[in-house]
Protein backbone atom coordinates (compact mmCIF):
# COMPACT_ATOMS: atom_id res chain seq x y z
CA UNK A 1 0.00 0.00 0.00
CA UNK A 2 1.38 3.56 -0.92
CA UNK A 3 1.56 6.16 1.68
CA UNK A 4 -2.50 7.38 1.52
CA UNK A 5 -3.93 5.85 4.42
CA UNK A 6 -7.56 4.81 4.08
CA UNK A 7 -9.74 6.00 7.07
CA UNK A 8 -13.11 3.91 7.12
CA UNK A 9 -15.14 6.52 8.61
CA UNK A 10 -14.11 8.93 5.28
CA UNK A 11 -14.71 5.73 3.06
CA UNK A 12 -18.79 5.18 4.63
CA UNK A 13 -20.18 8.31 4.85
CA UNK A 14 -23.92 8.07 3.68
CA UNK A 15 -26.85 10.80 4.28
CA UNK A 16 -28.67 10.52 7.86
CA UNK A 17 -32.05 9.11 7.70
CA UNK A 18 -34.79 11.50 9.25
CA UNK A 19 -37.70 9.41 10.39
CA UNK A 20 -40.90 11.27 9.29
CA UNK A 21 -43.73 11.70 11.48
CA UNK A 22 -46.59 10.42 9.54
CA UNK A 23 -49.08 9.46 11.80
CA UNK A 24 -52.84 11.54 11.02
CA UNK A 25 -51.09 12.67 7.68
CA UNK A 26 -53.58 12.74 4.34
CA UNK A 27 -51.68 13.29 1.88
CA UNK A 28 -52.59 15.29 -1.20
CA UNK A 29 -53.15 13.14 -4.10
CA UNK A 30 -52.56 15.92 -7.29
CA UNK A 31 -51.06 13.90 -9.05
CA UNK A 32 -49.71 10.51 -10.04
CA UNK A 33 -46.57 10.82 -8.73
CA UNK A 34 -48.15 12.44 -5.51
CA UNK A 35 -49.93 9.00 -5.07
CA UNK A 36 -46.71 7.08 -5.86
CA UNK A 37 -44.91 8.47 -3.16
CA UNK A 38 -47.39 7.92 -0.62
CA UNK A 39 -47.95 4.42 -1.03
CA UNK A 40 -43.98 4.33 -0.83
CA UNK A 41 -44.30 5.93 2.64
CA UNK A 42 -47.50 3.97 3.40
CA UNK A 43 -45.23 1.12 3.03
CA UNK A 44 -42.77 1.87 5.37
CA UNK A 45 -45.46 3.28 7.51
CA UNK A 46 -45.56 0.61 10.53
CA UNK A 47 -49.47 1.92 11.42
CA UNK A 48 -52.58 1.11 9.27
CA UNK A 49 -53.90 3.61 6.53
CA UNK A 50 -56.86 4.19 5.61
CA UNK A 51 -57.70 3.88 1.76
CA UNK A 52 -60.43 5.65 0.20
CA UNK A 53 -61.47 3.86 -3.51
CA UNK A 54 -62.68 6.10 -6.41
CA UNK A 55 -65.92 4.27 -5.96
CA UNK A 56 -66.49 5.10 -2.16
CA UNK A 57 -65.66 1.97 -0.96
CA UNK A 58 -63.28 1.88 2.30
CA UNK A 59 -60.48 -0.42 3.49
CA UNK A 60 -58.25 0.29 6.82
CA UNK A 61 -55.16 -1.90 7.45
CA UNK A 62 -51.64 -2.43 7.15
CA UNK A 63 -49.65 -1.89 3.65
CA UNK A 64 -47.70 -5.10 3.83
CA UNK A 65 -46.15 -4.95 -0.14
CA UNK A 66 -46.26 -2.98 -2.88
CA UNK A 67 -45.79 -3.72 -7.21
CA UNK A 68 -44.96 -0.35 -9.02
CA UNK A 69 -45.89 -0.44 -12.56
CA UNK A 70 -45.34 1.81 -15.56
CA UNK A 71 -49.06 2.80 -14.97
CA UNK A 72 -51.28 3.44 -12.13
CA UNK A 73 -53.56 0.61 -13.95
CA UNK A 74 -51.04 -1.96 -13.43
CA UNK A 75 -49.10 -1.05 -10.32
CA UNK A 76 -51.20 -2.40 -7.18
CA UNK A 77 -50.70 -2.16 -2.80
CA UNK A 78 -51.37 -5.25 -0.97
CA UNK A 79 -53.00 -4.50 2.39
CA UNK A 80 -53.92 -6.44 5.36
CA UNK A 81 -57.35 -5.29 6.53
CA UNK A 82 -57.73 -4.35 10.20
CA UNK A 83 -60.96 -5.77 10.46
CA UNK A 84 -59.82 -9.88 9.57
CA UNK A 85 -60.86 -9.63 5.88
CA UNK A 86 -58.66 -11.23 3.59
CA UNK A 87 -55.83 -9.82 2.26
CA UNK A 88 -56.39 -7.21 -1.03
CA UNK A 89 -54.52 -5.83 -3.62
CA UNK A 90 -55.43 -2.66 -5.03
CA UNK A 91 -54.78 -1.35 -8.50
CA UNK A 92 -53.22 2.14 -7.60
CA UNK A 93 -55.62 3.44 -9.99
CA UNK A 94 -58.76 2.70 -7.87
CA UNK A 95 -57.49 4.79 -5.13
CA UNK A 96 -58.72 8.26 -4.55
CA UNK A 97 -57.39 8.99 -1.09
CA UNK A 98 -54.93 7.99 1.72
CA UNK A 99 -55.35 8.55 5.66
CA UNK A 100 -52.16 7.40 7.88
CA UNK A 101 -53.30 6.50 11.06
CA UNK A 102 -53.36 8.83 13.92
CA UNK A 103 -51.04 5.91 16.14
CA UNK A 104 -47.99 4.25 14.54
CA UNK A 105 -47.97 1.00 17.10
CA UNK A 106 -43.92 0.48 16.65
CA UNK A 107 -42.85 3.77 17.56
CA UNK A 108 -40.42 4.21 20.41
CA UNK A 109 -40.05 0.36 19.69
CA UNK A 110 -36.49 -1.08 18.44
CA UNK A 111 -34.75 -4.44 17.17
CA UNK A 112 -33.13 -3.97 20.72
CA UNK A 113 -35.82 -4.16 22.70
CA UNK A 114 -37.81 -6.59 20.72
CA UNK A 115 -33.96 -8.63 21.11
CA UNK A 116 -34.31 -8.37 24.89
CA UNK A 117 -38.46 -9.63 25.38
CA UNK A 118 -37.29 -12.79 23.20
CA UNK A 119 -34.59 -13.49 25.68
CA UNK A 120 -36.70 -12.38 28.68
CA UNK A 121 -39.32 -14.80 27.61
CA UNK A 122 -37.13 -17.36 26.50
CA UNK A 123 -35.28 -17.13 30.68
CA UNK A 124 -38.62 -17.58 31.71
CA UNK A 125 -39.12 -20.74 29.98
CA UNK A 126 -42.03 -19.13 27.78
CA UNK A 127 -42.47 -20.04 23.72
CA UNK A 128 -40.43 -17.31 21.99
CA UNK A 129 -39.96 -17.47 18.50
CA UNK A 130 -38.46 -15.73 15.81
CA UNK A 131 -39.82 -17.12 12.13
CA UNK A 132 -42.22 -14.80 10.93
CA UNK A 133 -45.79 -15.90 9.68
CA UNK A 134 -46.12 -15.96 5.47
CA UNK A 135 -47.45 -13.14 3.84
CA UNK A 136 -49.24 -14.61 1.27
Same mark, same amino acid.
Given at each position: ????????D?????? #???????Q????????????????????? =? $? #??? $??? $????S????Y????K?????????? $???P????????????????L???D?????????????R? =?W??K?????A????????
Amino acid at each position: MSGNVLNPDELEVAP #GFKQERLQGWVPELASDDDLRQALEKAFD =Y $R #GDV $RIT $RKDGSVIEGYVYDRKAGTTLANSLV $RVLPSNGSPRLSIPYSEIAALAFSDRDPAAGKSWEAWVRK =YWQKKAAGEAAAIEAESLD
